[in-house]
């Protein structure tokens, strides 16, 4: 019978290599409760951040305009002062006042105001007349807010144009839409509509940016939680 002397194995060489051929390793998580929660926190913040900076993109979707013309007459004492505004470095209010048009309530954006003083604001004449009105009326997109329970010391200053705060203050639904007055009694210093489109990209990728964040953050939190266990075999199986 013919035999193939390739097949012997030194011993010397087998003893070497056992070791090395009998390497094994045993995968597992390992937890570690602080470590983890504070993961746990940060990966929640960056999706909460995503998730607003998403909301806000949609805030900025380009509006359905419709050029309208109105007659009818202001609802003067629910006039209130939307905050946050700028005009050329200036920085000021929207006048926002109810107005009565047949049969519905329209708010109308009337325009900008400075202020010398966040202390008090600024005072707005009257429109007492029945008075036509031309503008564009857009789609009201309430923002996403981390906290908008937050009650202004001036009660008449508001953060945000909410439907309903003004439907139960006028004791009748008010129009979702908003009339930004172009022309007519009441106007003041005319606004431009912003164009959205910046601001609707800038936010998704802001959104996407805090998304990608809070994956990576998993990923470092599972990479590291896995740990191996070596195993290494004695040439008649034993573990060691």
């Known amino acids: 019978m013919l035999s193939n002397k390739n097949n012997k194995i030194n011993p010397f060489k087998s003893m070497i290599l056992s070791p090395v051929l009998n390497y094994k390793q045993s995968w597992y998580f390992s937890i570690k409760p602080l470590y983890s929660l504070v993961m746990l926190l940060g990966i929640a913040i960056c999706l909460v951040a995503a998730i607003w900076q998403y909301q806000k993109s949609q805030f900025y979707l380009a509006p359905v305009a419709?050029?309208?013309h109105m007659k009818g007459h202001y609802l003067n004492e629910f006039t209130h002062?939307?905050?946050?505004?700028?005009?050329?470095?200036r920085a000021g209010y929207a006048v926002i006042t109810p107005f009565a048009y047949e049969a519905s309530i329209y708010l109308v954006n009337r325009g900008f105001v400075s202020y010398e003083s966040r202390d008090f604001l600024p005072r707005v004449t009257p429109v007492t007349q029945t008075v036509t009105l031309s503008g564009l009326l857009l789609n009201n997109n309430i923002p996403m807010l981390l906290n908008s329970r937050l009650i202004d010391p001036l009660s008449k200053r508001i953060q945000y144009i909410n439907n309903k705060y003004y439907s139960q203050l006028v004791g009748q639904a008010v129009v979702k839409d908003i009339f930004h007055l172009k022309q007519g009694a009441g106007l003041q210093t005319l606004m431009p509509v912003k164009a959205p489109y910046l601001n609707h990209h800038r936010h998704q990728g802001y959104a996407l940016q805090w998304l990608l964040l809070a994956i990576a953050g998993l990923i470092i939190l599972v990479v590291a939680s896995i740990k191996t266990r070596l195993k290494i075999s004695s040439p008649s199986g034993e573990k060691l």
């Not at 002062?81 to 470095?89: I, P, R």
């Open 66 to 68: 419709q050029q309208v």
């Open 81 to 89: 002062f939307l905050d946050n505004q700028t005009l050329h470095g």
